[in-house]
């Protein structure tokens, strides 16, 4: 069974850094691109990032570029989020993704975490 | 980036009656990669339809996706009690990856 196990969020001052983690487990995590997508309290879907299977491609929204940092271990089966310089705006609930199948870096996902909050707030 | 517009914004019907959302695109969506997940409070979405009209794994027949180009329709023939939820498009013909907003499906 397909599992994707998130952790690493909580409550976080403007302008700090958290690390976010997503355990795999259930299949062969080195042959699948994964994704990071968020969602704001109360709103919709937006995606983070994309990482090639041995993190030879990678891709940020335009809204974390620079201050996101996506990666990966395969030898653990884990994947990472590190964000820095974080604002009021990244306040949202945090999935790993794994995907069905991806045009370049613009996937659908058949697997999803349940989720690990992060709120950034004084 | 394309712009994706669902319609309604929220849905009232009762159980056993027919639902249609629409999901309309900025521009055309490549190759019909327009997926559909269904989102229910405190879960995580869930995979429907894929291509525009494949249906997920385990995704029971009543869910149906249609549509090309910038106009795309989820239809659910028979609502079952399960099926209130919150409702995304998506598309993943082009870079960036972009979600509509959702219909928000509530029982009348």
């Known amino acids: 069974e397909v599992q994707l196990v998130e952790s690493g969020g909580g409550l976080v001052q403007p302008g700090g850094s958290l690390r976010l983690s997503c355990a795999a487990s259930g299949f062969t995590f080195s042959s699948y691109s994964m994704n990071w997508v968020r969602q704001a309290p109360g709103k919709g879907l937006e995606w983070v990032s994309y990482?090639?299977?041995?993190?030879?491609?990678?891709y940020y929204a335009d809204s974390v570029k620079g201050r996101f940092t996506i990666s990966r271990d395969n030898a653990e089966n884990s994947l990472f989020l590190q964000m820095n310089s974080l604002r009021a705006e990244d306040t949202a609930v945090y999935y790993c993704?794994?995907?069905?199948?991806?045009?370049?870096?613009?996937?659908?996902?058949?697997?999803w975490g349940q989720g690990t909050l992060v709120t950034v707030s004084s | 980036e394309i712009v994706l517009t669902q319609s309604p914004g929220t849905l009232s019907l009762s159980p056993g009656e027919r639902a249609t959302l629409s999901c309309r695109a900025s521009q055309s969506v490549s190759s019909s990669s327009l997926a559909w997940y269904q989102q229910k409070p405190g879960q995580a979405p869930r995979l429907l339809i894929y291509g525009a009209s494949s249906r997920a794994t385990g995704i029971p027949d009543r869910f149906s996706g249609s549509g090309s180009g910038t106009d795309f329709t989820l239809t659910i023939s028979r609502l079952e009690p399960e099926d209130f939820a919150v409702y995304y498009c998506?598309?993943?013909?082009?870079?960036?990856?972009?979600f509509g907003q959702g219909t928000k499906l509530e029982i009348k």
């Open positions: 998506q598309q993943y013909g082009s870079s960036p990856r972009t």
């Open positions: 993704a794994r995907p069905r199948s991806c045009n370049g870096g613009s996937c659908f996902d058949d697997y």
């Open positions: 990482i090639g299977s041995y993190s030879n491609t990678i």
